[in-house]
């Protein structure tokens, strides 16, 4: 059996999940959907990792929850996302100092369905890959970046990705923001 990954262009699919907002007793839990961000007119950055109470996966973790002000500031939601449950993402947030602050929620694909929609459920271990999906306001998949079990991904390249995707502009290798573009470089000749 070999994975398809949902690619570019592709409708996010519509979901239902729970979620780990807090590890404040009596408010850990909410019920999130594909619309947290596109209702606001928001872009969405959802990134998977393997399993909890592992290594790779905190390093990761933290460093979205240190970027997170980035991804604010850029008019995005950022989610996190594994097949664990939400009771497995509470306690280790609970456990692991680095995740114990989050600014994004932790969502919960126990059945597993969002994974395998995606096409990025590992086949021997039924666990998700280190995808990453950004999804523009309409819903739209603009950029998928997909990872083996065991390399941690470089979460600026995520945020470099998301700004070139936004100017709508052609971008040229390695491009940061406040570089000029392609499309600007262009229309100056």
Request: with cysteine.
């Amino acid at each position: 059996m070999s994975n398809k990954v949902l690619s570019i262009g592709s409708q996010f699919p519509a979901f239902t999940k729970k979620a780990v907002v807090s590890i404040e007793k009596g408010k850990e839990f909410t019920e999130i959907t594909e619309k947290i961000g596109s209702a606001d007119g928001k872009w969405t950055v959802i990134f998977w990792w393997p399993k909890d109470f592992t290594f790779v996966c905190p390093t990761e973790i933290a460093e979205f929850n240190k970027k997170h002000s980035e991804f604010t500031d850029r008019d995005t939601v950022l989610i996190g996302a594994s097949t664990d449950s939400e009771f497995v993402h509470a306690a280790w947030r609970r456990d692991h100092a680095d995740l114990r602050d989050l600014k994004f929620p932790m969502l919960a694909d126990t059945s597993k369905s969002l994974a395998e929609e995606l096409g990025i459920l590992d086949d021997n271990e039924k666990i998700a890959y280190r995808a990453t999906f950004i999804i523009d306001p309409q819903g739209i998949v603009r950029w998928v970046s997909v990872y083996d079990l065991s390399v941690g991904r470089s979460v600026q390249e995520v945020i470099r990705v998301l700004d070139a995707l936004q100017t709508d502009e052609l971008c040229p290798c390695n491009w940061s923001k406040g570089e000029e573009t392609l499309t600007t470089a262009l229309s100056l000749n």
